[in-house]
Every structure is written in C-alpha cells, then in structure tokens.
C-alpha cells in the first residue's frame, strides 16, 4: 500500500493548484465582467442616440457609427417593428453587410453560429433568403432546425410553407409546435397552401393545415375540414383537429356533422371536440345534440357539453336550466357537472 | 484470545473497510464532477443561443397552452404577497394562480383575502383526485387578477394540498411552485415552452431552484441575488448550484431526469389526473410524481420527456437555522427511501431506460446510501485509530486528497456560476460563495450525512410519514439606494 498514499499526494498536490488555478481564473473573470458589462452600459447609452437618428432617416457618421454593438441593438429592435421602420433598419443591415455576414455563417461549423445566423436573417424578414433557410430545417442539430423554422415564419414568404409542413415528416424532423409557430406567423398568405395541405398524405401534416386554418378562421376550408370530421376511416387525432378548427371557423353549415359525431358516442375524446366546436359555433340546430350529450357515461364529455350549452348564449343556457329543473323535453339524466358548470 | 491475536484478526478487515469507503468518497465526487462538468457544457451551449429561443413567438402563439400555477400554502403569512406579485406578474398569455390555504393559522388568508378582494364562489371541480382534508371555501379574486384561492382543513401533507389544487385546475398544463418562492417574470414562458414546442413528447419540464434568502426583492422581484450573511445559507447557495442546476442539467441530457423540484415544476395536467394525481403519502411527492409518470408512461409504451431548463430561476426560502435543515433533510431521505422501496422494480431494470439503469441506481448507492458508508469509515477509523493499526501518516494523506477532490468540485461549481450566468454583481458575495464551496466538505457534508442517516432510519422503522413546516422569515425588500455598485 505503500505506492498508493505516494500516488495520492502527488494527486492531491496537482488538485491543489488546480483548485488554486480555477480561483484566480474565477476571480479574473468576475473582474472582467464587471469592467464589460459597466463599459457595455455606457456604449448603448451612448449608442442609443444613433438609432433613434436611423429610425428618423438620419445619417450618422463618427467612430461611434462603425461599432458592431450598433448591428447588435439594431438586431434586437428590429423584430419588436413593423413597416417603414423596419424596412429602415433592414436595409441599414444589408448596406453594413450584416446580413451577407449572416449568409455566410449559414455552413459554420459551430452549431450555435448557424444558429444565431439564421436568426438574424429570420429578422432581417426578406423572401430572398427563404431557400437558404428552408435547406436549414434539415440540419443535423434540432436548435438549427428549429431556429430555421423560426425565421422562415418571419420571413412571411408562403413559399417557406411547403418545406416547413414536410419538415414535420422529414427523417430529421422539426417538432409541431416550433411549425404551427412558424406557419402561423406567415400569416393569411398560408391560407391556400394550408387548403391544399388538408389532403397530404402524411397524417401530421393534415392535423397541422387543420389547427392553423381553425386558428385562421378560415370560411374556404370548412368543407374540407367538415369531410374529415365525418370521416370515420380518418384518424381519431386528426377528426379531432378538424372538429376544433371547424369551431375556431364557426360556420353553422358543420353544425349537422359536428352533431352526428357528437351523437355517435364512440370516442370521448372525438366527443368533447365535436361539443366544444358546437359551442363556439352557437347554431340553435346544435342544442339538441348537447343536451342529449349531458346524458353521455363519459364524465368529461358530460362537463363539456354543459360548458358548450353555457357559451350557446341565452337559448342553450334556458335548455340547461330546463334540464336541470326537469322541464326539458329532451330525455337525459341531470348529472351534477351540469349544474357545477353553470 | 488475546488482544494482539484481536487485533491481528480484525486488522485486516478495518483496512479493507477504510480503503472501501475512502474509494466510495472520491467515486461519488468525481462522479459529481463529472456531473457538473457535463452540465456546465449544457450551459454554456445554452448561453450561446441566447435570444434566438423564439420566446417572443412562444409568447404570441395560439398554440401556446394556458397554464394553472399551483400554491400549496401553509402559515405563509411573511412571503405569500411577495409570491402572489411574482406569480401574477408572469409574462405569458394565459394563466391563472390556485393557491390552497392548507389550515394556516397565521394571517395568510386575511392578507391574500385584503390585498385581492377575494369573495367566495362555487366550487367547479374537473377532476377527482384524493383530497383527505376537506374543502371548506372557494374564493376568486375581485380585483380581476386571475386568482382562487382554496380553504381547506390540512392533513399535514403538501400533496392534499396540490391535489385539492389539481382538482379545480382548469388548464392543459400544471405549474407546481412552493409559497416561499419567487418566480422570473420570464420563468412560466421559458418553462412551457418545451411543451409549446414539442407538445406530443414533453409531459413535464422544471427549472432551477436558488436560495432567495438575502436576495434583494421588489415586490416578487429579486432585483439583486445576495447571498445570506448565515453560512448554513451559503453552503445551500453552493449545494443548490451543484445539486439542483448542474446535475439534473446533466441527467435531463441523459433522458434521466428522476425529481423535478416540488418549488417549480410543470406538468400536463390530464397525465396528473390520469395517474391519480400526487401519492398522498409520499414524503418526496415531487420526485414521485415524476417517478409515476415515467414508470406510467414508459409501461405504456407512450411519449414520457421530462425537460429542464436551467436557465429559468424560481428562488426560494431555505432554512437557515440547523435545526430546521435537519427537519428538511431528514424528510427528503426519508421520501427518497419510500420512492425508492415503492419503485425497486424500476432499479437496474433496462425497460425503464436510463432512469432505471442509471438514475435510480444512482440515488440508492450514492444519496440513499451514502451516510451509511461514511458513518461505517468514521467508526471503522475510530476503531482503528483505538486499536493501533492506523497510520496516521497515510490517514492524513489520503483525508487530505478526498477532501481535495471535494475541493475542486465546489470551486468547479462557483466557477461555471461566475461564467455563465455571473449572477453575484459584488466580489465579496463571489468570494463568500467559493468560501462556503470549501468549507461544505469540512463540517457540514458530516452534520447532513447525519441527518440524511436518521432520515433512512425512519423509513426503515416505517415511521408514519409527516411533513414539518419550515418556518418563514420572508423576503429582503430592496431599499431604493440598496443598490451597491458592482465591485
């Protein structure tokens, strides 16, 4: 044993000055991060002036005009704008070479500066980088896929919806969430291809066009999501999408189908969708269905057709308190959700 | 027998013990150490991609789900406004605060009931998880906040508490936070939007918890962290960094995330109501409930990430005296020993992936266990040292190197603090934190070993389980020339 506390103190001895090097190294740390972020404070105070001059249509010169902390602001400004300040800065940002910088750090090794470099673009908001980015939504690190899902929402180009819809079924998929965000912030300019999206043949990629047409309100789409709902070979997930989009659009024309799904009682989940859209859609034709659905075995299926019969406006709340009081014609047993949900 | 022939016979195996448990020692830190280092790594790629997380989109989305914040409060009068204001003021679309008045007999009611105009209501349940203590009220705020507040007679568990909460919970995701927390402006938003983003995976997703105390706040704000003058404080300031920041960066990298903190934690709310809600007579119900899940989900063959996000902070009250750290302590071992008893099929088992093969063995030889071993080394070097046959040389060598190895580890630890986030603005908050880092191994890792050790003890006598409160001291308001500039 006589070799191991040797081997100890020498081992002891090297984490010692470690220990000693990562103390000195902590404490210049600290001190340069005070120093940076007190001389950061200062340059924006005095950077701040600048801007407000670019956003004014001012020229600015001086030594002050050529700090990159400048390109820095402008980038956290620039998203929080819309119109002619915005086209203002961009181009500031075009004419500093920024977004050619940006253009070039796309293929950089370092996962981190693909990433801050399409954000940047997703900023600077122009069509002409929509290939670039959309080629980024297949990048072997999920953060840069998603970063590029992120810029091509804010680029408003619909040309970036075919690619970001099939990088939800892509071998290196981008998740549904960062593509509904991305979908609906191109916005109404979506709207055909999403229509268009409701007959891909990927399942995921129709529950999506479904969830961002209902959240669009979009009237055009109505026929085609009614069809899905009716549908009994689609999938379950799916129909339920498409009843909560025909909702969101609030058509009465869905009011039949949404009934007959209601009526059905084979899924709950189906169910609560079909219930909720039909309270959204307030369509006196629906009332029937919702008060029979108070009647349904499933708990939450009864709460949320007490729920929809309370958003269907004065008549569907004289249908509840006439079940609850037993003066209603339609039969069906009065559970106490019904009442707790008033 | 002689004494001699005593000793020459137990000699031997005293030696053996000691290496054992000197070995054990400097595993468990360099297994720390690597923890920490493969959480710092996280971080720091983190802080990279700071500002392009889209939290701004996440912010304005319609997909964006609402979110319930859930308080268990019990005796909370000194900080219960100061949470309120915190968890009020969250950036994010839609959400609203249940707390649960768990029998307080302190103001805690009266000051929420003053402050909110809170007038009673009809109780809307949307599920039926097990409430023991029975609801006696239900009030909604009349200044328009998004607030009810629960009465309920108390059991004297936390889990009644959120379960009562639960059950009148209106929204798709839960966010269980503690009464003497204070969440970021930012900490809900940054926290749902794992669930935002990969709303089919993710069922659960925590922040990172820091001691409050000392901390400079403005109505729920910390507007400075500080540390406590109390050193009892700051070697939790130190633990906290290493236990509840680095490594469960490291074991969520790992797909093996075993607790998400009690004081911050977000779950989808129709897998809490599916499991049953929080076990009733868990002692360690945060970390169970995530155990539950996992085993649930995993059993079922269905999506079961949990996330954590390290860059989120929900700072907290921690206890400042030894005595109430001991009540603490002894209560988290305790529960981890029920999780780990009620979930042993789950240990070493492949099916349950790296939670089982990694984490939960983990957690029984190096949390559950460890006070044992390092009691069994201090007695077998007592013994030895009475009986002759310690070489105090090699005793003091191989002390010395342990305790530098532990060392290094904290120093590790205050260093990625300094560099990543540099959260203490003032030198000497720095200097104390590295201070406590080194004196944690002297002391103070000995006293909670102790404590962790009577903890195990009572699970083992199956002793009822109960659940002390921690008293309250409240937070540091900020005076307005508070503020010292950064040295």
């Not at chain 2, 989120?312 to 206890?319: F, I, K, N, Q, R």
């Not at chain 2, 060598?397 to 260093?415: D, E, P, Y």
Request: charged share 20%; net charge neutral.
């Amino acid at each position: 044993m006589n070799a191991v506390p040797g081997a100890a103190m020498v081992a002891t001895t090297a984490l010692a000055a470690l220990v000693v090097l990562l103390l000195l190294a902590v404490a210049g740390e600290h001190a340069r991060r005070n120093r940076q972020v007190a001389r950061e404070l200062a340059r924006r105070a005095r950077l701040t002036p600048l801007v407000h001059d670019l956003l004014d249509g001012e020229p600015i010169d001086g030594d002050d005009a050529l700090d990159p902390l400048l390109d820095e602001m402008v980038l956290d400004l620039l998203p929080q704008l819309r119109g002619s300040d915005r086209d203002t800065l961009t181009a500031l940002l075009l004419e500093r070479g920024v977004v050619d910088r940006a253009t070039e750090e796309l293929g950089h090794r370092a996962a981190w500066r693909r990433g801050r470099a399409v954000t940047l673009l997703g900023n600077a908001a122009s069509p002409r980088h929509t290939p670039l980015l959309a080629e980024l939504l297949g990048d072997p690190v999920a953060d840069v896929r998603c970063a590029a899902a992120r810029a091509l929402g804010k680029t408003g180009d619909p040309a970036a919806i075919g690619p970001l819809l099939s990088a939800l079924v892509a071998d290196r998929p981008v998740t549904a969430g960062v593509v509904g965000m991305a979908v609906l912030d191109i916005g109404t300019p979506a709207l055909p291809e999403l229509r268009r999206a409701l007959g891909a043949p990927s399942t995921v990629v129709q529950q999506m066009a479904a969830t961002v047409l209902g959240l669009h309100g979009d009237p055009l789409a109505s026929h085609a999501l009614t069809t899905t709902v009716a549908d009994p070979a689609a999938v379950p997930e799916l129909r339920c999408a498409a009843a909560e989009a025909l909702g969101r659009i609030g058509m009465p024309s869905a009011t039949a189908t949404l009934c007959a799904v209601l009526d059905a009682g084979r899924r709950p989940a189906l169910q609560r969708a079909a219930a909720t859209a039909l309270g959204r859609i307030c369509d006196p034709a629906g009332l029937d269905a919702l008060v029979v659905g108070l009647g349904s075995p499933d708990r939450d299926v009864r709460a949320t057709c007490a729920e929809a019969l309370t958003a269907s406006g004065p008549a569907g709340r004289r249908r509840l308190a006439a079940r609850d009081s037993g003066t209603d014609a339609t039969p069906a047993p009065r559970p106490r959700e019904a009442q707790a949900a008033r | 027998m002689t004494r001699e022939r005593a000793v020459e016979w137990v000699s031997p195996l005293l030696t053996a013990v000691n290496w054992t448990v000197l070995g054990y020692v400097v595993v468990l830190d360099l297994a720390m150490l690597l923890l920490v280092v493969t959480g710092a790594r996280r971080l720091v790629a983190n802080r990279r991609w700071t500002g392009a997380q889209g939290l701004d989109q996440v912010f304005a989305s319609p997909l964006t789900p609402a979110v319930s914040i859930l308080v268990p409060a019990h005796d909370e009068e000194a900080g219960i406004l100061d949470m309120l204001s915190a968890a009020l003021s969250q950036r994010y679309p839609a959400y609203e605060v249940i707390v649960v008045d768990d029998g307080s007999t302190d103001r805690t009611f009266e000051l929420m009931a003053e402050k909110y105009q809170l007038a009673p209501v009809t109780a809307r349940p949307t599920a039926t998880t097990q409430v023991d203590g029975a609801v006696l009220s239900v009030h909604r705020a009349g200044t328009g906040d998004p607030l009810t507040v629960v009465r309920k007679v108390s059991v004297g568990r936390r889990s009644d508490a959120l379960n009562a909460a639960i059950n009148l919970a209106r929204h798709p995701l839960i966010c269980m936070i503690d009464a003497d927390s204070l969440l970021e402006p930012e900490g809900l938003l940054k926290v749902a939007r794992a669930f935002v983003e990969d709303p089919v995976n993710v069922v659960g997703a925590g922040g990172s918890i820091r001691p409050a105390n000392g901390a400079l706040t403005d109505r729920g704000a910390v507007i400075e962290p500080r540390l406590s003058p109390r050193w009892t404080v700051r070697i939790q300031a130190v633990e906290y960094l290493r236990s509840f920041l680095l490594s469960r960066t490291s074991w969520a990298q790992a797909d093996a995330m075993l607790i998400i903190s009690g004081a911050f934690g977000m779950f989808r709310r129709d897998l809490v109501v599916e499991v049953g809600g929080l076990d009733p007579l868990s002692l360690a119900e945060d970390a169970e409930l995530v155990v539950t899940l996992q085993e649930y989900l995993r059993r079922e063959g269905r999506p079961h990430k949990m996330v954590f996000v390290p860059e989120t902070v929900c700072w907290t009250e921690v206890p400042e005296t030894w005595a109430v750290l001991g009540k603490q302590r002894r209560r988290w071992s305790q529960g981890l020993a029920q999780l780990l008893w009620k979930n042993k099929r789950m240990i070493g088992n492949p099916r349950y992936g790296a939670i089982g093969v990694l984490a939960m063995p983990f957690y029984l030889v190096f949390e559950l266990l460890g006070p044992v071993v390092e009691l069994v080394g201090l007695l077998s070097v007592v013994v030895s040292a009475a009986l002759g046959i310690l070489d105090l040389g090699t005793a003091a060598v191989m002390v010395g190197f342990a305790l530098a190895v532990g060392t290094l580890l904290a120093v590790t630890v205050v260093a990625v603090e300094e560099f990543v986030f540099h959260r203490y603005r003032r030198g000497r908050e720095l200097a104390a934190l590295l201070a406590a880092g080194i004196l944690e191994n002297v002391g103070f890792r000995q006293v909670h070993s102790w404590f962790r050790l009577r903890g195990l003890a009572a699970a083992l006598m199956r002793r009822e389980p109960v659940w002390t409160a921690m008293p309250r001291t409240g937070f540091t308001t900020a005076e307005p020339d508070a503020l010292a500039p950064s040295r």
